[in-house]
């Protein structure tokens, strides 16, 4: 990363469809501007009661309209960007504190990319049970990870703290939701945002 070159960032949880779909934009942005997203794993539970957020399907549950709108605007979005193997989780909403403590296990081990490929298909293609223990050593294995090492990796206390510190360092950031980027310090909630990041990276590069 040179000087013109601003460090962006995707914070994520493996249980947001949002985050899904932004992941499979993302690979087009990055072509695109030449930057590469850090992904960083946050823990959407406790950056809601941080921020004293809730899920949409919460906050929402008594606007039916404004649900009804939500769901458009995701369909509207899987549509323009062609993702055509969506698939909303039978198990959601997922505990997913064993699959980001994994995500920081695979940042440390060098693994990362394949591991976040694999447990999103498995949540959001595949409609796997990612809180089950089985089903989670069956998804990193059929993608060729170490399940044993990353377990045993993501069990360690500095990896678990590791996790605790992003989500708090995320909070203080501005964030409440995911999945949320970072700009350098400019702060962009959302999919819908995508184009807004986009434009301010080719901002901060020139």
């Known amino acids: 990363m040179n000087a013109a070159t601003p460090r962006v960032q995707f914070l994520f949880d493996f249980g947001s469809p949002n985050a899904y779909l932004s992941h499979q934009v993302l690979p087009g942005i990055e072509a695109r501007t030449g930057v590469r997203f850090e992904y960083v794993p946050i823990l959407l539970g406790g950056l809601f009661k941080l921020a004293n957020n809730r899920s949409p399907v919460v906050a929402y549950a008594e606007i039916p309209n404004k649900l009804a709108y939500e769901h458009l605007e995701m369909r509207r979005f899987i549509a323009r960007h062609r993702i055509d193997r969506f698939r909303l989780n039978p198990f959601f909403p997922v505990n997913t504190l064993k699959i980001m403590r994994l995500a920081v296990a695979a940042q440390a081990l060098g693994c990362a990319p394949a591991l976040v490929d ?7 293609e595949q409609g796997r049970n990612m809180d089950d223990e089985a089903e989670i050593a069956a998804v990193l294995g059929a993608a060729g990870l170490d399940a044993a090492a990353l377990v045993a990796k993501s069990q360690e206390p500095e990896l678990k703290a590791r996790l605790a510190a992003s989500t708090q360092s995320a909070y203080e950031r501005g964030a409440f939701g995911a999945p949320t980027f970072f700009v350098g310090d400019e702060i962009y909630f959302g ?16």
């Not at 999919?191 to 020139?206: C, H, N, Y």
């Open 118 to 124: 694999a447990v999103f298909a498995a949540m959001w």
């Open 191 to 206: 999919k819908e945002r995508l184009a807004d990041v986009e434009e301010q990276i080719l901002r901060a590069r020139a």
